[in-house]
């Protein structure tokens, strides 16, 4: 009998009152609206890594949702990902009250110079011992190109024209600056540093430009844990060649499916492993002790989602103004600067276009994912049967109401899974790279693209 492939689950959350599901932060029992108290983040660390999750995955966007309507006012009303706080704010205080999980940071790199970001990376892999991810995004809201004083985003595939050009020069800053041995910390000669293993940057890409040294030294894992989300066409090349890890989306098995094998197909292609890039998908997860008490559950969080607020959210990931719509029209595909994948999910790809109606329910097109409701036990059956369906290595699992959601998944559905011999049961010594993939070191892997320019470092 094979062995059953060990999972990887995220807590998926955001520094906003609201993420997938506007309105819930309404909620008797949620206490989202303290999304900008320290202690709602080390109370969830804490919650998380004694479910023994892999990783704390926060959601970021540079901007606000403003398609709907042409205006901000239904996603402000609603708290839909707005207001939000920066999210590498938060990792030092979660590391300092835990000493196992991982924190998955969406950053946006476009408004972010290489030269400070890696300053600002490497220091919280310093702070958290190596428990650092950054999930590489490019942004898609014209609300935020305006706020930077841009008339305009990039368009699509240009954003991951840029985005090659700024891992070369990233990689460069993190991994060929500093030789392995530059820092002494020699008290007796008095040499911290050693000069002359400490090596200029001269990049001179066709959107950024470095030439100087980095300003920190090599953290734990020198490069934090890749991960990456977009499967469109050329976020799947991006993904093949850079991304450890990237979370996708998918309403049907099939739709998932497709997408787990882009981008193993693409990793093949830019001379890495198929395994190499563990395919994480979104889920929403409500689980209970029985199954009454779960669809029950369902029923009293949908009365608290916000209409308006949700199809600001969707409007904005799809740049579709849903506003134009009525709730029985199916989602039109029109090309955009927004994610091209979740709606060619939910256009193209899918069995018939998603209604409008759809996408403000808890259902898998207003999910863009699985719904899975249930029991332990048949939550974990419907887990099996994505995994089973999908070749997809782990989830990242959606807050619905805080914190009984992620009490819920730690309390019910962590111990099931680990019965049936598809969760761990202690977590491994060492950084999140170490966790994740444990035949490998802290370092990025020789066929991943990063480790070419630690190896040639000069002398």
């Known amino acids: 009998m094979t062995q059953a492939r060990e999972l990887r689950l995220n807590t998926f ?42 990783s704390i995955f926060i959601a970021d966007v540079f901007g606000i949702y ?49 030269f400070s970001f890696a300053r600002r990376f490497s220091t919280l892999d310093h702070l958290s011992d190596g428990r650092l991810g950054w999930n590489i995004v490019t942004g898609y809201l014209e609300s935020g190109a305006h706020g930077m004083g841009l008339a305009q985003s990039r368009s699509h595939d240009e954003r991951y024209e840029a985005a090659e050009d700024y891992m070369r020069a990233i990689y460069q800053l993190w991994e060929g600056s500093w030789e392995e041995e530059a820092v002494l910390r020699d008290r007796q000669s008095g040499i911290f540093t050693d000069p002359s293993k400490v090596h200029m940057v001269d990049h001179d890409g066709p959107y950024y430009q470095v030439h100087a040294r980095a300003l ?59 395994h190499d890039v563990l395919a994480l998908l979104g889920a929403t997860v409500i689980v209970a002790p029985t199954s009454a008490e779960a669809h029950d559950l369902k029923e009293e969080y949908r009365r608290h989602l916000d209409v308006q607020g949700q199809l600001a959210l969707v409007s904005g990931w799809t740049g579709v103004d849903l506003s134009q719509l009525s709730p029985d029209d199916a989602l039109p595909f029109v090309r955009s600067n927004a994610i091209q ?38 939550v974990a059956d419907q887990i099996e049967a994505w995994v089973a369906a999908t070749d997809v290595d782990g989830f990242n699992l959606v807050r619905t109401v ?22 761990k049961t202690r977590y491994r010594e060492g950084t999140l790279r170490e966790k994740l993939f444990p035949s490998g070191s802290a370092y990025l892997p020789a066929r991943h693209p990063g480790a070419a320019y630690r190896q040639q470092a000069p002398h």
């Open 66 to 114: 403003d398609v709907y309507g042409h205006s901000a006012d239904a996603a402000l009303r609603a708290a839909a990902q707005s207001p939000s706080a920066d999210p590498a704010m938060l990792v030092s205080a979660m590391a300092l009250v835990t000493g196992h999980i991982g924190f998955g940071i969406t950053s946006n790199l476009t408004y972010d110079h290489p």
């Open 341 to 378: 994948s979740t709606l060619e999910n939910l256009t193209i790809r899918a069995e018939a276009p998603a209604r409008v109606r759809d996408l403000i329910d808890f259902s898998p097109a207003g999910a863009r994912g699985p719904v899975l409701v249930g029991s332990p036990a048949e």
């Open 216 to 274: 920190a030294e090599p953290s734990p894992q020198r490069t934090p844990v890749l991960y990456q989300a977009g499967t469109s066409r050329r976020g799947r090349v991006f993904a093949g060649r850079h991304a450890e890890a990237v979370f996708l989306n998918g309403q049907t098995p099939p739709i998932a499916a497709q997408a787990v094998r882009a981008v193993r197909e693409a990793a093949q292609a830019a001379g890495r492993a198929p």
């Open 402 to 423: 805080m914190p009984e959601s992620l009490e819920a998944i730690v309390d019910l559905l962590v111990p099931e899974l680990q019965s049936r011999g598809l969760f």
């Open 13 to 54: 959350q955001m520094a906003a009152p609201s993420h997938n599901w506007a309105g819930l932060w309404r909620h008797p029992r949620d206490n989202q609206a303290q999304y900008n108290r320290l202690r709602y983040w080390t109370e969830m660390a804490r919650t998380a890594e004694r479910g023994l999750l892999d």
